[in-house]
């Protein structure tokens, strides 16, 4: 079966600091990956999608990048971060008409 | 992709059926039906999803109307964990673009009382 893994779960860091989140799938191969962000009290945004390795898409001009170093792996950065940064990430994968996500990366940027 | 509306919240009693309603009276006809829920502070967790004919799964049943315009999500046997919000999402079938967005609108908040 597969199942999707993100870290940190949570994580307070200051303006201006580097960010690093990981997302990895295991049990598939060659999936589509999806990073959203979910403010708090509204619904998910779409933020970067990739459809393979070193593929990526950007849905929102913004201080966030993202990179798919391996099939199976997908990491959301940034050099510096902003207070409107804090939020819950998700990572999804997608099988067919479906997407899965992963249990998110509460951020509070500080 | 078709709006979706959802009533804002819904308490069922522990072992009852909760029957969550949408209206989705602009869907296409080559839009699903996804159910998901979020449980606090956890990603959104897929439920079932149809296109016309009424689904189930180990989780739910989807029943879908004649005329697609709305639908109602049946979880069997409530229990407390099944305690969240439900989303009901109206979408076209993944057609190959890498972007697929799913758009979460507010839900319906379910308490499952004891």
């Known amino acids: 079966s597969q199942t999707i893994h993100q870290w940190p779960a949570t994580l307070v860091q200051p303006v201006g600091s580097p960010l690093s989140l990981e997302c990895t799938v295991e049990g598939t191969s060659n999936p589509n990956l999806y990073w959203y962000r979910q403010a708090a009290g509204r619904g998910l945004q779409l933020l970067f999608y990739?459809?393979?390795?070193?593929?990526i898409s950007s849905e929102v001009p913004q201080n966030l990048s993202a990179s798919r170093p391996q099939d199976r792996q997908f990491i959301l950065s940034s050099k510096k971060l902003l207070l409107s940064d804090s939020g819950f990430y998700l990572c999804a994968w997608r099988r067919e008409e479906t997407q899965y996500f992963g249990p998110g990366t509460r951020l509070l940027v500080l | 992709d078709a709006k979706t509306t959802q009533p804002t919240s819904m308490d069922c009693a522990e072992g009852r059926a909760a029957n969550l309603p949408c209206n989705h009276s602009?869907?296409?006809?080559?839009?699903?039906v996804y159910w998901y829920r979020q449980i606090h502070s956890q990603g959104p967790q897929y439920i079932i999803h149809?296109?016309?004919n009424n689904e189930t799964n180990e989780m739910a049943s989807l029943i879908i109307t004649e005329d697609r315009k709305s639908s109602t999500l049946i979880l069997p046997h409530a229990t407390l964990r099944d305690t969240a919000v439900y989303y009901c999402i109206v979408r076209v079938a993944y057609s190959g673009a890498g972007s697929y967005q799913l758009t979460f609108g507010k839900g319906t908040k379910l308490s499952v009382i004891p």
């Open positions: 602009t869907i296409s006809g080559n839009e699903y």
């Open positions: 990739s459809v393979g390795i070193g593929q």
């Open positions: 149809g296109l016309k």
